[in-house]
């Protein structure tokens, strides 16, 4: 279809971005009650969570669309990405918790995500969110790398469709 | 660029890779280069050819120009750089207006939604709304020629319907400046083909138009301008359609070939004109001399055949028969041994172009195909004007009283 037809080539990743959304939001729906039968008890910050989710997203599809046009060209690039994602996942304190100390605990904290994930995590358990600084300058880097990304995605598409089949 | 002309292409040209992990290779170094604002490598790398070289032309608005050339000629791809859809390695592409396509018709589609789904998808893609779509969802419904089949998944569709419901989109939501076409109006059958036409003619009337065909008699009623092209290099460029239509079926060599059960064989066959002092001209035969066909023919023992003589036209269609008679008028039955036969083709009012001469034996019994004989003596018809039409014919009017 790309190669075929020319239409705004942004449609493609706004669809992908409201297809997340939706799986996050039903996701959010099963956390909360999840959260009070856990007995945690969330105080009114738990609205900020989905705004560090969209932020999650957002750097998400910053990295996506910075890696998007090699990642098309290189067929091999594409399939080994959620791979390589589900390795990054293991340095995010998701399933483990943040290490302390050692080359494992400056990994984790060299993870753009780390601080994100600690945030929602936080605010979603009524405690306190002990990494606003570093998420502030996450955000500030994806907004950056958000626009970088478009305008590669922009300027290289027709690079790419060339090189697709027609 | 002029207020009325919305296409101008200046030298452009665009290469493309034989081997693939090369040409990905390539495709990762534009990419850089792409990002960094430099301009594209201008010469060929290593297994890289031209797919379209040094192509040049400008368009007015209600003009039309239509493409023709061997396959792999750069017809589609010169189509897919004017679309915006890749760039040009060198050159300039200029468009002024709304771009409309009909290529690659129905390619949106989702298999498992419903044809009326797939309506408003498709539309969205073209950059419609649900609500312009709204307003004349009926008329495409129509038009497509599907209205039992509206509300089922297009994956049970034929494939003519699909295509059919594709144009239909196309045609009745847009309303294009320019108008690229590519080889979509062979699609369906013939009453829908005739509806295609009428509508790119209508929207003809204030676009520019490129579009490219192999079919030739479509070539010479649409397109006013004709561009022919071999190997991405332009070859022609005229207004004159006939003209276009001979040289490119110039290019295509006409070989011979025979078939049939046997029994009877063409060994010769020459032409001759009484044009150019009664000389046979070897090749070339002017518009409107009287030609004879010499032919020998070897007919087995026991066999007898009648003889059917044709001319056939450069994409090998029979534009004239001749079947060849007794002076009583019943078919001239030739038995067994060699023969030399003279057999008169009458005035060549043939349009000017190239033709051959066909040659068929049928068992005088039977009816039996014995021998065809195809590609005979390769011929050109000349004359000072190219018609649009297969036969010319110039006559004198009479003056009737009013």
Redesign the interface.
Same mark, same amino acid.
């Given at each position: 279809m790309l190669a075929k037809l020319n239409f705004p080539r942004e449609s493609l990743i706004v669809a992908g971005f409201w297809k997340l959304l939706f799986g996050a939001g039903i996701k959010l729906l099963v956390l909360v009650p999840a959260l009070l039968l856990l007995g945690v008890q969330p105080d009114w910050r738990i609205v900020l969570v989905p705004l560090v989710m969209l932020a999650i997203v957002l750097l998400g599809l910053a990295v996506g669309l910075l890696l998007t046009p090699v990642g098309m060209l290189y067929g091999d690039v594409a399939r080994a990405l959620p791979l390589a994602t589900q390795l990054l996942m293991y340095l995010t304190p998701v399933v483990f918790a943040m290490p302390s100390g050692g080359v494992m605990e400056r990994l984790f904290m060299l993870n753009p995500m780390t601080s994100l994930v600690l945030t929602a995590r936080a605010w979603a358990t009524g405690m306190e969110a002990t990494m606003l600084v570093p998420m502030a300058w996450v955000l500030a880097v994806t907004v950056i790398m958000l626009l970088l990304g478009w305008l590669a995605y922009r300027i290289t598409m027709p690079v790419i469709v060339e090189r697709m089949s027609s | 660029m002029a207020a009325d002309q919305l296409i101008s292409v200046e030298d452009v040209s %665009?290469k493309?890779c034989r081997d693939l992990s090369t040409? !990905?290779r390539y495709?990762?170094f534009? !990419?850089g280069r792409?990002?960094l604002g430099k301009p594209r490598t201008m010469e060929l790398r290593d297994k890289e050819f031209w797919a379209v070289r040094d192509a040049s032309f400008e368009l007015r608005r209600g003009e039309c120009l239509g493409m023709i050339g061997h396959n792999g000629a750069g017809k589609?791809t010169l189509l897919?750089m004017l679309?915006? !859809?890749? %760039?040009p390695d060198r050159g300039r592409i200029a468009i002024r207006g709304q /771009?409309g *396509?009909l290529? *690659?018709l129905g *390619?949106?589609f989702n298999p498992i939604l419903t044809g009326r789904e797939n309506i408003y998808i498709n539309a969205a /893609? !073209?950059?419609l709304s649900r609500k312009a779509v709204d307003a004349r969802i009926e008329e495409i419904i129509d038009f497509a020629g599907v209205e039992q089949f509206i509300d089922m998944p297009v994956q049970h569709y034929s494939s003519g319907m699909n295509v059919r419901l594709g144009f239909a989109i196309a045609a009745i939501l847009i309303e294009p400046d320019i108008l690229f076409l590519d080889e979509v109006l062979a699609v369906g059958d013939i009453s829908f083909t005739i509806k295609c036409l009428n509508r790119v003619r209508e929207l003809m009337r204030d676009s520019a138009v490129v579009f490219v065909s192999h079919n030739m008699p479509l070539i010479s009623s649409f397109g006013a301008r004709v561009l022919v092209m071999a190997h991405g290099q332009r070859l022609l460029d005229t207004d004159q359609p006939g003209v276009a239509i001979n040289h490119y079926y110039g290019l295509a060599r006409s070989k011979q070939q025979v078939s049939g059960a046997g029994g009877a064989e063409v060994l010769e066959a020459r032409l001759e004109s009484d044009t150019d002092g009664g000389v046979p001209v070897d090749g070339t035969i002017r518009q409107g001399g009287s030609t004879w066909l010499t032919a020998r023919l070897h007919v087995d023992d026991g066999v007898q055949v009648h003889m059917n003589v044709f001319v056939d036209d450069a994409s090998m269609a029979q534009v004239l028969g001749v079947p060849v008679r007794e002076p009583g008028g019943a078919a001239m039955t030739l038995g067994p041994g060699e023969h030399l036969l003279r057999v008169p083709l009458g005035v060549m009012e043939l349009n000017a172009g190239r033709y051959s001469i066909m040659i068929s034996l049928r068992d005088a019994g039977s009816g039996e195909l014995r021998c065809r004989h195809q590609g005979l003596t390769p011929f050109t018809v000349l004359a000072e004007q190219v018609s649009w039409s297969k036969f010319v014919r110039a006559t004198v009017s009479e003056r009737l009283p009013l």
């Amino acid at each position: 279809m790309l190669a075929k037809l020319n239409f705004p080539r942004e449609s493609l990743i706004v669809a992908g971005f409201w297809k997340l959304l939706f799986g996050a939001g039903i996701k959010l729906l099963v956390l909360v009650p999840a959260l009070l039968l856990l007995g945690v008890q969330p105080d009114w910050r738990i609205v900020l969570v989905p705004l560090v989710m969209l932020a999650i997203v957002l750097l998400g599809l910053a990295v996506g669309l910075l890696l998007t046009p090699v990642g098309m060209l290189y067929g091999d690039v594409a399939r080994a990405l959620p791979l390589a994602t589900q390795l990054l996942m293991y340095l995010t304190p998701v399933v483990f918790a943040m290490p302390s100390g050692g080359v494992m605990e400056r990994l984790f904290m060299l993870n753009p995500m780390t601080s994100l994930v600690l945030t929602a995590r936080a605010w979603a358990t009524g405690m306190e969110a002990t990494m606003l600084v570093p998420m502030a300058w996450v955000l500030a880097v994806t907004v950056i790398m958000l626009l970088l990304g478009w305008l590669a995605y922009r300027i290289t598409m027709p690079v790419i469709v060339e090189r697709m089949s027609s | 660029m002029a207020a009325d002309q919305l296409i101008s292409v200046e030298d452009v040209s %665009k290469k493309f890779c034989r081997d693939l992990s090369t040409s !990905l290779r390539y495709g990762f170094f534009d !990419l850089g280069r792409e990002m960094l604002g430099k301009p594209r490598t201008m010469e060929l790398r290593d297994k890289e050819f031209w797919a379209v070289r040094d192509a040049s032309f400008e368009l007015r608005r209600g003009e039309c120009l239509g493409m023709i050339g061997h396959n792999g000629a750069g017809k589609t791809t010169l189509l897919r750089m004017l679309n915006g !859809l890749i %760039k040009p390695d060198r050159g300039r592409i200029a468009i002024r207006g709304q /771009v409309g *396509a009909l290529i *690659a018709l129905g *390619a949106g589609f989702n298999p498992i939604l419903t044809g009326r789904e797939n309506i408003y998808i498709n539309a969205a /893609v !073209l950059g419609l709304s649900r609500k312009a779509v709204d307003a004349r969802i009926e008329e495409i419904i129509d038009f497509a020629g599907v209205e039992q089949f509206i509300d089922m998944p297009v994956q049970h569709y034929s494939s003519g319907m699909n295509v059919r419901l594709g144009f239909a989109i196309a045609a009745i939501l847009i309303e294009p400046d320019i108008l690229f076409l590519d080889e979509v109006l062979a699609v369906g059958d013939i009453s829908f083909t005739i509806k295609c036409l009428n509508r790119v003619r209508e929207l003809m009337r204030d676009s520019a138009v490129v579009f490219v065909s192999h079919n030739m008699p479509l070539i010479s009623s649409f397109g006013a301008r004709v561009l022919v092209m071999a190997h991405g290099q332009r070859l022609l460029d005229t207004d004159q359609p006939g003209v276009a239509i001979n040289h490119y079926y110039g290019l295509a060599r006409s070989k011979q070939q025979v078939s049939g059960a046997g029994g009877a064989e063409v060994l010769e066959a020459r032409l001759e004109s009484d044009t150019d002092g009664g000389v046979p001209v070897d090749g070339t035969i002017r518009q409107g001399g009287s030609t004879w066909l010499t032919a020998r023919l070897h007919v087995d023992d026991g066999v007898q055949v009648h003889m059917n003589v044709f001319v056939d036209d450069a994409s090998m269609a029979q534009v004239l028969g001749v079947p060849v008679r007794e002076p009583g008028g019943a078919a001239m039955t030739l038995g067994p041994g060699e023969h030399l036969l003279r057999v008169p083709l009458g005035v060549m009012e043939l349009n000017a172009g190239r033709y051959s001469i066909m040659i068929s034996l049928r068992d005088a019994g039977s009816g039996e195909l014995r021998c065809r004989h195809q590609g005979l003596t390769p011929f050109t018809v000349l004359a000072e004007q190219v018609s649009w039409s297969k036969f010319v014919r110039a006559t004198v009017s009479e003056r009737l009283p009013l």
